[in-house]
């Protein structure tokens, strides 16, 4: 086919058709901002709207009086501030019923295995000091190689390992009871 439209206005064609292009272009562009403006519009206000409200009531809380304790508050503040003093008392001078090197024997013979629950002491006038460790171990073997290694250490004269703690074969509750040297 012959092409009888000369070179200068096949450009003029081209230069106008790239220019509706760039116009369309930023048309879609336009209203693709102005639909996002007016979609998040609302949660701009709201927002906003929260954020005077939460000011607002912040305000108000700060110039209402703060409530008066009743006895019942004030008895516990004063139970829980002695107990407080007790144990800030006991820090300054350093002297625990409980050696450090009591517990950390007992601590350091664990196995990883072994959870201890809880470490109890009682000092006895007809006893004496008593150290009781409650936990649970995985079968009766950790469990005595627990009780081995405690009898070594040199910071315990007497354990006493129940042997109702080994009826149960594994998941074993135990109850064991130390006399410090």
Known sequence: MLNLIPN????????DFYFRLLIVFFLVIGIAFIVAAFS????YLFSFQKKSFSED????QKKTPLPVFDADANNLAEDINLKL?????????DK??????????????KMPDIKITSISYEDNEAKGKILSVRGSAPSRDRLLLFRL????D???QKID??????IKGTDIQFNLTLIPS
């Open 149 to 152: 290694a405690l009898e070594k």
């Open 40 to 43: 998040i519009a609302p949660y």
């Open 85 to 93: 003093d007790l144990m800030e008392s006991v820090n300054k001078t």
């Open 154 to 156: 040199i910071n315990f």
């Open 161 to 166: 390992l129940p042997i109702s703690n080994f």
């Open 96 to 109: 625990f019923v409980v050696s450090t090197k009591v517990i950390n024997g007992i601590i350091l013979k």
């Open 57 to 60: 009531r912040i305000e108000t």
């Open 8 to 15: 200068q206005e096949k450009h003029k064609i081209k230069k």
